[in-house]
T-cell receptor
Framework: AQSVTQLGSHVSVSEGALVLLRCNYS??????LFWYVQYPNQGLQLLLK??????LVKGINGFEAEFKKSETSFHLTKPSAHMSDAAEYFC?????????????FGSGTRLLVRP | EPEVTQTPSHQVTQMGQEVILRCVPI?????FYWYRQILGQKVEFLVS????????KSEIFDDQFSVERPDGSNFTLKIRSTKLEDSAMYFC???????????FGDGTRLSIL
């Protein structure tokens, strides 16, 4: 069964600093991995996806993630944090079933950006 | 860009009452999902729906829950007799091809009193 683990329920960075949000996956088959962002009182917005093409995936708002099979990781990074990046970030993996592609989410990481 | 829309944004209901949460998925999508997020917890899968039938459901999705796609555009989640622990944010999602990203609505916050 597929699963993801996000290390750190809260991450705090200064504006302009590097953002690193960690995600490790467990999957018996090549995984399809996603990062979603949730702003307060809003739904989940797709940041980026990994679907076995390039290992370095670029997403919206300057975020990117690198798929590392040897480390079973898919960490999310952004070179320079902006105040507007403050939100909750979820890593997710598709769990394949019979005509079902449900998402299994990590527990989320809340990113705080200090001025 | 097309989006998934959910109504209402907030529903307050007495325990034991029935609620229907409504979703309009993206029009050419084929796979439909409901997830829920209890306050402060992770997003959990409830049910997936494809080809006019449930393709998978979680252990949370018991006999109190049902889903329907009554008219080819709406996708509804019904809870027959609500319990206090059903209080959560409920998200609808859809995707075109199964392993492609799911697009989420803004959710319905369900509060059971």
């Amino acid at each position: 069964a597929q699963s993801v683990t996000q290390l750190g329920s809260h991450v705090s960075v200064s504006e302009g600093a590097l953002v690193l949000l960690r995600c490790n996956y467990s999957s018996s088959v090549p995984p399809y991995l996603f990062w979603y962002v949730q702003y307060p009182n809003q739904g989940l917005q797709l940041l980026l996806k990994y679907t076995s093409a390039a290992t370095l995936v670029k997403g919206i708002n300057g975020f990117e993630a690198e798929f590392k099979k040897s480390e079973t990781s898919f960490h999310l990074t952004k070179p320079s944090a902006h105040m507007s990046d403050a939100a909750e970030y979820f890593c997710a993996v598709i769990s394949l079933g019979d005509s079902s592609y449900k998402l299994i989410f990590g527990s989320g990481t809340r990113l705080l950006v200090r001025p | 860009e097309p989006e998934v829309t959910q109504t209402p944004s907030h529903q307050v209901t007495q325990m034991g009452q029935e609620v229907i949460l409504r979703c309009v998925p993206i029009s050419n999508h084929l796979y439909f999902y409901w997830y829920r997020q209890i306050l402060g917890q992770k997003v959990e899968f409830l049910v997936s729906f494809y080809n006019n039938e449930i393709s998978e459901k979680s252990e949370i999705f018991d006999d109190q829950f049902s889903v329907e796609r009554p008219d080819g555009s709406n996708f509804t989640l019904k809870i027959r007799s609500t319990k206090l622990e059903d209080s959560a944010m409920y998200f609808c999602a859809s995707s075109g091809v199964g392993n492609q990203p799911q697009h989420f609505g803004d959710g319905t916050r369900l509060s059971i009193l």
